[in-house]
């Protein structure tokens, strides 16, 4: 069965300090990837997606992902993350058609 | 700048009574959909028109319908709001010929039913 797994509900991590939000995915087929962040009460925004070339992918605010097809990971880093980076965060990928396909989410809470 | 557009932001109802959520578009995309997102829980996907033709999820409640009179607009229409049925409602549009089916969202409604 095709799903996204974010192995983290909750990530705390202080101000400045470099954090990692974990996505591992499976298909039997290509995917294109993506990281989403929704900020409270609003709707969800596209901080950076994968879908071919190179595996390090460079978005928004200053985050970053690697996709790494033998680990079926795509996870989500920030080297120095801000208050303004509290929000939920969610994995997706497009398995083909029109389904779009989201991990469960993972709260960052960037604390001073 | 194109962009997907959902009124009102913040909706209140009753226990029973009808309530029409709003989302319009700008991107002249030929797919929206409707998610419903309770609190921390992923989006879930509720129906999708590809132009005209609507695309129930086989878990969505009857209770839930949709129209798209045209390509900017599509509703939302509760019929019987439970207290269940409360929640962020999400509008994403995408373009079917692209060659990933890329989803944009508006800012959401957020249902409350008293």
């Known amino acids: 069965a095709q799903s996204v797994t974010q192995l983290d509900s909750q990530v705390p991590v202080f101000e400045e300090a470099p954090v990692e939000l974990r996505c591992n995915y499976s298909s039997s087929v290509s995917v294109y990837l993506f990281w989403y962040v929704q900020y409270p009460n609003q709707g969800l925004q596209l901080l950076l997606k994968y879908l071919s070339g190179s595996t390090l992918v460079k978005g928004i605010n200053g985050f970053e992902a690697e996709f790494n097809k033998s680990q079926t990971s795509f996870h989500l880093r920030k080297p120095s993350v801000h208050i303004s980076d509290t929000a939920e965060y969610f994995c997706a990928f497009l398995p083909g058609g029109f389904k779009t396909i989201f991990g469960a989410g993972t709260r960052l809470f960037v604390k001073a | 700048d194109a962009m997907v557009i959902q009124n009102p932001r913040y909706q209140v109802t009753q226990f029973g009574k009808p309530v029409t959520l709003s989302c319009s578009q700008t991107?002249?995309?030929?797919?929206m959909y409707w998610y419903q997102q309770k609190s921390s829980q992923a989006p879930k996907l509720l129906f999708h028109y590809y132009d005209k033709d609507f695309n129930n999820e086989a878990d969505t409640p009857d209770n839930f319908q949709s129209r798209r009179p045209n390509t900017s607009f599509c509703f939302l229409d509760i019929r019987s709001p439970g207290l269940g049925d409360a929640a962020m409602y999400l509008c994403?549009?995408?373009?079917?010929?692209?060659?990933?089916?890329?989803?944009?969202f508006g800012p959401g409604t957020r249902l409350t039913v008293l």
């Open positions: 994403a549009t995408s373009e079917a010929s692209a060659s990933y089916n890329e989803q944009f």
């Open positions: 991107l002249n995309h030929n797919v």
